[in-house]
């Protein structure tokens, strides 16, 4: 559930995320709620050209991001200075999405989406993670 207001979000939450490091290792996310207007949004980070984070990267993606993502408010939505958003997924009931857990990716959360922590009207997604081998 995204319950977070997007003016207490630190630099690190404003800014895409990977799940691992780790090849073959997929996320599944589940959209369970009707939000019109969310998803999951896949991103390249600028100055890097980085869009999956492996064990080599991860400390160029970290730095860089820690450098240049300070002056960055709320919910990342799109491209902005530091990350161009190269691929999106809209949220619908009982979507499926599956993407390697590596890639540069966040929710989309738009300024006027409701934050409740009741299921019943707030972002609610179910994420499994799978290790293959």
């Known amino acids: 559930m995204v319950t977070q207001q997007p003016e207490t979000l630190t630099p690190r939450?404003?800014?895409?995320?990977?799940?691992?490091?780790?090849?073959k290792y997929l996320a599944i996310l589940h959209?369970?709620?009707?939000?019109?207007?969310?998803?999951?949004?896949?991103?390249?980070?600028?100055?890097?050209g980085i869009e999956r984070v492996t064990a080599e990267s991860f400390d160029r993606y970290v730095a860089a991001a820690e450098a240049e993502n300070t002056d960055a408010h709320g919910y990342i939505t799109g491209s902005n200075a530091w990350f161009e958003e190269?691929?999106?997924?809209?949220?619908?009931?009982?979507?499926l999405v599956i993407y390697e857990g590596c890639l540069l990716h966040s929710?989309?959360?738009p300024p006027d989406?409701?934050?409740s922590d009741d299921p019943l009207v707030g972002r609610l997604t179910a994420n499994l993670f799978v290790r293959g081998y």
Request: hydrophobic share 35%; glycine share 8%; net charge positive.
């Open 13 to 23: 939450q404003r800014a895409p995320h990977i799940d691992t490091v780790e090849a």
């Open 31 to 48: 959209y369970l709620s009707d939000t019109p207007g969310t998803g999951t949004a896949f991103f390249r980070q600028r100055s890097t």
């Open 86 to 95: 190269i691929g999106r997924v809209e949220a619908k009931p009982d979507r």
């Open 107 to 109: 929710g989309l959360i």
């Open 113 to 115: 989406m409701p934050l």
